[in-house]
């Protein structure tokens, strides 16, 4: 657990709300480390950004990058 957090406030549907109290129940654990699990798992966590590999692509040896850069940076965001 991180030793600062902010509070935040979500408004859920009624039956969303439902479900995640009962998985919470289910696990025995929080509402807040559901819904903080799940929110690393949709955006992702500090450990999991991903790195383009164009960003070492001036070590490649090719001589056209940057003429190739769009090309590039379309292949690697579409992986």
């Known amino acids: 657990m991180l030793a600062y957090m902010k509070r935040t406030t979500v408004k859920l549907p ?3 709300d439902a ?3 009962h998985e919470a129940e289910l696990r025995g654990t929080t509402i807040a ?3 903080r699990e799940a929110l690393e798992a ?3 966590g500090p450990s999991e950004r ?3 590999g164009a960003a ?3 070590r490649s040896g090719r001589s056209d990058v940057s003429e ?3 090309e590039i940076l379309a292949a690697e965001v579409g992986r």
Do not use: C, K, T
């Open 33 to 35: 480390d559901i819904s």
């Open 19 to 21: 479900r995640l109290r």
């Open 50 to 52: 991903r790195r383009l």
């Open 68 to 70: 190739r850069i769009e």
């Open 42 to 44: 949709y955006l992702g």
């Open 14 to 16: 009624d039956a969303l």
């Open 56 to 58: 070492a692509a001036g």
